[in-house]
């Protein structure tokens, strides 16, 4: 996404336009990244897009929050999200900072029971040298490649 330091929704939204959102895409967002597609799903509503997946990598949703990318955050979850994605995906770290554990649970709430929960110990904020030792995440691509809703399961 463009100027990832200093994060602006409008221009996120552009470049994400510009692509071929469709029923087999694999959306994934991490930190802010997965506020703003649970925005952008959101605000398209019923219309044109349903794609296959939604991963969100250790969320950032904090509606109180002032910094950077509070712009992000400021928005009506749909609470129908769940229905018109083919199955999302929430991943928390039970090493996680707070806020970003009060994030991913407010989430949670919003977008149903009916989304797969996986906890991991050990990833933190899902950053690589902040607790995540290396790089390669094969539990990412093991989450995308399921066939069957599994719900809450552990790493």
């Known amino acids: 996404m463009p100027n990832p330091c200093i994060p602006k ?3 996120w939204k552009q470049s994400l336009e510009e692509l071929d959102v469709d029923d087999e ?3 994934i967002g991490h930190g802010l990244g997965a506020s703003f597609l649970t925005r952008w799903l959101s605000e398209r509503g019923r219309r044109d897009v349903t794609p296959e997946q939604l991963v969100l990598v250790g969320p950032w949703h904090r509606h109180r929050q002032r910094q950077v990318g ?4 400021h928005y009506d979850i749909d609470r129908n999200l769940a229905k018109r994605v083919g199955r999302i995906s929430l991943l928390t770290s039970v090493d996680s ?13 919003k977008l149903g ?3 797969d929960h996986y906890s991991f110990d050990g990833f933190g904020n899902f950053i690589v ?3 995540m030792s290396a790089e ?3 539990e990412l691509l093991q ?3 399921a066939q069957d809703n599994v719900n809450n399961q552990d790493f």
């Open 129 to 131: 040298g902040n607790s």
């Open 136 to 138: 390669p995440f094969p």
């Open 25 to 27: 895409t694999v959306l």
């Open 143 to 145: 989450i995308v490649n």
């Open 70 to 73: 509070a712009e992000f955050l």
């Open 113 to 115: 029971t009916d989304i």
């Open 9 to 11: 929704y409008d221009a």
């Open 97 to 109: 900072s707070v806020n970003l554990l009060i994030s991913a649970n407010h989430l949670y709430k």
